[in-house]
Nanobody, 121 residues
């Protein structure tokens, strides 16, 4: 069974740094289109970062220059490095990826349960 589990969330002061991890477990062939989303209270879930194309990356304007998404396709871990954190970054962060499982004919989207990031003084 494929599972995504986020970790690394917590409380930090403005200007601090945090690295989130999304560990993918199960029998899989590969991880594709890894994304990080976030959802603040009363807000819609929004795409924060994604790996696209041939080594490219997309970042929402609000986090550009501060966040870095990366994928370790050997250990099956997706990372989100966050620096210069701001109060408006406070949200539950979710990992999402298209994964080809060993018993599947094609890719399916999987979501993690989320990890809380709180930025406050």
């Amino acid at each position: 069974q494929v599972q995504l589990v986020e970790s690394g969330g917590g409380s930090v002061q403005p200007g601090g740094s945090l690295t989130l991890s999304c560990a993918v477990s199960g029998s899989i062939f590969g991880i594709y289109a890894p994304n990080w989303y976030r959802q603040a209270p009363g807000k819609q879930r929004e795409l924060v970062a994604a790996l696209i194309g041939e080594g490219g990356a997309y970042y929402d304007e609000s986090v550009k220059g501060r966040f870095i998404i990366s994928l370790d396709n050997i250990r099956h871990i997706v990372y989100l490095q966050m620096s210069n954190l701001k109060p408006e970054d406070t949200a539950v962060y979710y990992c999402k990826a298209a994964i080809v499982a060993s018993d599947a004919d094609g890719p399916s989207d999987y979501w993690g349960q989320g990890t809380q990031v709180t930025v406050s003084s």
